[in-house]
């Protein structure tokens, strides 16, 4: 790994802990799993898994850490590396296959974290149908950042790499 994408991944993970602690008081909302997936689309899975853990760590000192830290990463990670499939095929247009797993990945996000609750408290089905306004506003925000930042960010990266 190059200087230059360890420092691009530095900036990315930097502006997604700035829009998750900015965008806090919107529950669900952040553009935190969009640059995920618009980066792993451009620079893999290894970079975007990387960006993903990052983030999550560097934002969660500031919002909080706990036991749901690890499941926010395997969340993000596993959308990284799904997204990175899309980066591999050579796809004309990307934009609306970004725009649709964006949209995919806040209901899988807030599966994960049913998951979660299933281990600590036994219970899934209740939960996950609690969670989905929050994962409507997930995949909702995804789709805005995704279409906000989908432009710029690929600009940079194909200009960068």
């Known amino acids: 790994m190059t200087t ?3 420092t691009l991944i530095a900036v990315l993970a930097a502006i997604g802990v700035i829009g998750r602690i900015y965008m806090q008081f919107i529950p669900s909302v952040q553009p935190v799993t969009a640059i995920i997936i618009i980066s792993s689309y451009y620079l893999g899975a290894g970079s975007a898994m990387l960006l993903a853990i990052l ?26 590396g799904f997204a990175s499939l899309f980066g591999k095929l050579s796809v004309r247009r990307a934009f609306p296959i970004l725009l649709c797993l964006g949209i995919g990945a806040g209901f899988f996000y807030g599966f994960i974290f049913s998951l979660l609750n299933y281990v600590v408290s036994g219970k899934f089905i209740a939960y996950y149908l ?24 690929s600009y940079i990266f194909k200009k960068n790499l």
Do not use: C, E
Not at 130 to 144: E, K, R, S, T, Y
């Open 130 to 153: 609690a969670g989905l306004p929050f994962d409507v506003n997930h995949a909702i925000g995804n789709a805005i950042f995704i279409f906000l930042l989908y432009k710029p960010l």
């Open 4 to 6: 230059k994408r360890i």
């Open 55 to 80: 983030t999550t760590y560097l934002s969660n000192m500031v919002l909080g850490m706990g036991f749901w830290t690890i499941w926010q990463i395997v969340a993000w990670v596993s959308i990284a």
